[in-house]
């Protein structure tokens, strides 16, 4: 597969040419018809015949006998009519394909003829997102029983565009789908590599690759300085849990307060005592992804220098069983001193969560959070693989992060905080407890995780401030490939990456 997709100008004698075509076009659409020509007629000649299907997000190849050895027609069904939440979609799952057609057959160049009118700029970054997420692939474990030896074309496919302006936005799209690929590769990593030591290594490597600061504070830090969530988790770790701070202060903002990511890392969740059974355990290696999320959303703002002051927070755990494991019934007291009823060792993201939100609203002042993780597996119950649940106490924050899900197509829907969720954790002989029964399972995660989230670090008085919290449980991987209409190959999907990203963006 590419190591590397590069935009330029230049047309002339690509390996293939790619257009795109609504399933309603049974003539050369106008844009087209200049590269038809060239062709000798072949679109015309494909959509006459109405061989193909032009279904969103498809591609079909023809053999032109001028002009170019390859014609890529990507299919965008019904115009206007979203795919997954996003009219664009149809455009990033083509290009998608696109990569992977492009590597099948060995080919080095492709020049894109996109129709994309006034909407030329928003598609050109969808493209380059679908170009750069089908890019994806992590083979770096596969061995001798994979094909070794089997000829491999180019490593750099270059894609040609019209204008300066369409350039410039695939561009941009394609460096954001290479920082969800950042968060991708690291989800993918099998937990006997990606512990939390190794975390902490990528995350100071990105670090200096894009000019972002990073923090850590160790397991024995962390203990220390009262951090009784994390240290429970971690404790029979392979490697002690540590709290991973990346911080991005473009020049000027260094006085202003933060936007605040936080991202639940536990590079495997075997449940511990209360141990994940009958095949539940399968996958768990996902368990990071929030804040692997976390990692490639600030490795982008980093990329792309957004005005906006950022922190990632990453509680990094491996949830494991061992005599010196956390058990049921212990009681432990969190960074902001609340005490916690452990009632169940597997709720254990909520219990490293709440150390890193109580020790970033105290310590950045944020002026809005935002955490992502693979919190409950009601949620995945309650809403499917197609969206993450979003709980979020301000309307501002609340339509910046809705906005953002409808033009990346990662989708959220909004489940209820109330006073009464918040009511049902409280503890026998802690504050609170970590888990509650089963009624309103994901809202319980939310309800837990609101004791840690206050004001400027002030727990006294709790005041809000502007918090959302993603549960991406069902969102984080895919279990087929066709579940996402083929944007993701079977894996992590960087659910978070594009859609905070976005959000970032538009900061105001
Ligand atoms: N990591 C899991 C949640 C999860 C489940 C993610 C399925 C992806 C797929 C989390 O730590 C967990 O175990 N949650 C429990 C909480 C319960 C014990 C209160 C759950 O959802 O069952
Ligand atoms: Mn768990
Ligand atoms: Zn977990």
Redesign the pocket.
């Known amino acids: 597969m590419y190591k590397r997709i590069k935009v330029s100008n230049s047309k002339s004698n690509p390996d293939a040419i790619a257009v795109a075509v609504s399933s309603d076009a049974k003539r050369t659409p106008a844009a087209l018809r200049d590269v038809d020509k060239r062709l000798g007629g072949a679109i015309g000649d494909s959509l006459k015949r109405g061989e193909f299907s032009a279904d969103a997000g498809s591609v079909s190849t023809f053999y032109p006998t001028t002009g170019a050895e390859r014609l890529y027609v990507i299919g965008l069904g019904d115009v206007g009519k979203p795919v997954g939440g996003s009219t664009l979609n149809a455009w990033r799952i083509g290009a998608a394909r696109l990569t992977g057609a492009a590597d099948r057959a060995g080919i080095g160049s492709i020049a894109l003829h996109l129709d994309g009118g006034k909407d030329a700029v928003e598609i050109a970054r969808a493209v380059g997102e679908g170009l750069g997420l089908g890019a994806f692939v992590y083979d770096e474990l596969k061995g001798t029983a994979s094909g070794n030896g089997v000829k491999k074309g180019p490593t750099t496919l270059d894609v040609a565009t019209d204008s300066a302006a369409t350039r410039k936005a695939m561009e941009r799209g394609l460096t954001i789908a290479e920082s969800a690929n950042v968060a991708r590769r690291l989800a993918a990593t099998p937990p006997n590599i990606a512990n939390p030591a190794y975390l902490v290594s990528e995350a100071k490597k990105i670090a200096r690759q894009t000019g972002l600061t990073c923090k850590v504070i160790d397991g024995k830090r962390a203990k220390a300085m009262g951090m009784g969530g994390l240290t429970a988790v971690g404790q029979a770790g392979s490697t002690p849990p540590a709290m991973i701070m990346l911080e991005h202060t473009p020049r000027g903002t260094a006085k202003d307060a933060p936007v605040m990511l936080v991202g639940k890392a536990?590079t495997f969740?075997t449940?511990g005592y209360?141990l994940?059974v009958g095949g539940?355990m399968v996958?768990?290696k996902?368990?990071k992804c929030g804040g692997m999320a976390v990692l490639g959303a600030m490795h982008a703002v980093a990329r792309l220098k957004l005005p906006v002051r950022v922190v990632g927070i990453i509680a990094a755990a491996e949830?494991m069983v061992d005599t010196g494991a956390y058990r049921v019934d212990d009681v432990i007291t969190a960074y902001n001193g609340v005490t916690i009823e452990i009632t169940?060792t597997?709720?254990?993201?909520r219990l490293v969560l709440a150390d890193a939100l109580s020790y970033g609203c105290k310590t950045y002042k944020p002026r809005a959070v935002v955490d992502l993780a693979?919190?409950?597996?009601?949620?995945?119950t309650a809403l499917g693989p197609y969206c993450a649940g979003c709980f979020v106490n301000d309307d501002k924050l609340r339509k910046s992060l809705f906005d953002a899900g409808e033009a990346t197509g990662e989708r959220l829907w909004r489940l209820p905080l109330w006073e009464e969720h918040r009511k049902q954790m409280k503890g026998t002989h802690g504050d609170i407890a970590?888990?509650a029964g089963r009624n309103a399972?994901?809202i319980?995660?939310a309800a837990f995780l609101s004791y840690f989230v206050a004001k400027d670090g002030d727990f006294k008085t709790n005041a809000d401030v502007p918090w959302a919290h993603l549960d991406i449980?069902?969102v984080?991987d895919v279990a087929e490939s066709s579940d996402w209409s083929g944007l993701f190959s079977k894996g992590p999907t960087g659910f978070g990456v594009r859609l905070l990203v976005r959000a970032l963006e538009q900061w105001k």
């Not at 693979?374 to 995945?380: D, E, F, P, R, S």
């Open positions: 536990i969740d449940g209360s994940k539940t996958n768990m996902y368990d949830n169940n597997d709720a254990e993201g693979t919190l409950t597996g009601g949620v995945v970590n888990s399972h994901p319980q995660g449980a069902g984080a």
